[in-house]
């Protein structure tokens, strides 16, 4: 079996959560590299909505491994939230679940920087404030508390009181209530305790399990264009969303990595501040925003809507050597009479050759359309490619044609079944009929 990898091609919210659901029962391991628990992947299992910000979506399957590696940042609270809310539901986590002993804290005083910083800024990033920014500058700043640094509280003390004194500066200059370091020291070795059988080598741990033949589905959060590299810098999150985060955020060689399987929406979204050319401003951005039920699952802020953007999809592909394309929410454009499609920009009248990294080009680049007929037969509720409407079709032809990548699974719905394969590939992994059967 090969070690695939899952990931967002634009700004997040694409659906990876119902995908990686829906694949995991063909793999041994669900690896998740980055992030925090500002992520959020919203599974549907038999009507019932669960939202997972942490711990990988394989961990609604038995049996499975689900490893949090070390490119992630961890609010132990939220973690421990999410935990007993999956039990509650008859989740068991046991020895199946593992956090890398080098991921990274959260801790109260990045929750409160983060907030002062979006507060007080002239530019506003539209972060969620939950500390995930400030504990990865914390880390490149190399004085971050590690996972591994719950099993040692001496170390763990000492990290704690030179990082509040340091952040109690920050804070009393904007008149802000200064943090007691012995508060915080007891609060995170009551998570210790909590914390402390979960905490193990994942980088040695998935190296030994891929030597003996086991499979891996690498989990992507967030999205390409989110990337802190590669994305719409500053409008970014603070990690390596794209491929190359799968490595240094859990410690495994490229070779580890067989395939990248690309996860699209059918139009375009994005959350927070930052340059989106193909929003739509009018009534059919708010359209897609209440057929597609665009709001964040960690946040619930409105998601911004816009057409599909083929410039923006071509640089993700590029960047992620994806292939095979997992098209999501297709049933949104239902009953549209015409559906545009991004094909290019226009940057102060001439045509821009690919997708601008300047920021400032970005804000001011006009999307060039192509105008395609909708169709008034629904996509949702169809189980089969042959019943899809022929203009659905043409608009994945189009699409197909201009990221030179092959749309290889469609969702048409939020459950499971709600899914139609293309490739032979897919079938192998996936069992719709089995899906279908445990409704």
Known sequence: MSNIAVLGTQWGDEGKGKLTDLLTPAFDIVARFQGGHNAGHTVYVKGQKIILHLIPSGILHPNKLCLIGNGLVINPQAFLDEKATLEKIGVQIGDNLAIS?????????????????????????????????????????????????????????????????????????HGRALLDAQKVFDEYVEYASLLRDHIKDVSFLLHQEIKAGKSVLFEGAQGALLD??????????????????????????????????????????????????????????????KQGQEFGATTGRPRRCGWFDTVLMEYS??????????????????????????????????RLPSFP?????????????????????????????????QEFRDYLHLIEDLLEAEVALISTGVDRSETILREDVLRGLIDLDKVKAEL
């Open 101 to 173: 002993t080098n991921a990274h804290m959260i801790l109260p005083y990045h929750t409160q920087v983060e907030s002062l910083r979006e507060e007080n800024s002239r530019r506003k990033i539209g972060t969620t404030s939950r500390g995930i920014g400030p504990a990865y500058v914390d880390k490149v700043g190399r004085q971050g508390i590690k996972a591994g640094d719950l099993l040692n509280l001496s170390v763990l003390r000492d990290k704690i009181e030179l990082n509040v004194e340091e952040k109690n500066i920050y804070l009393g200059y």
């Open 357 to 389: 990294l300047e920021s400032w080009i970005l804000d001011e680049a006009k999307p060039v359309y192509k105008t395609v007929k909708g169709w008034h037969q629904k996509v949702s509720g169809s189980r089969e490619f042959s019943e899809l409407p």
């Open 228 to 289: 802190i590299d590669h994305g719409t810098y500053p409008y970014v999150t603070s990690s390596n969303s794209t491929v190359g985060g799968i490595c240094s955020g859990l410690g495994i060689g490229a070779d580890k990595i067989d395939e990248v399987w690309g996860v699209v929406k059918a139009y375009t979204t994005r959350v927070g501040k930052g340059p989106f050319p193909t929003e739509a401003l009018d009534e059919w951005g708010e359209y897609l925003r």
């Open 317 to 350: 592909c590029r960047l992620n050597g994806v292939k095979k394309i997992l098209l999501t929410k297709s049933d949104v454009l239902d009953g549209l009479k015409e559906i545009k499609v991004c094909i290019g920009y226009e940057y102060k009248g001439a």
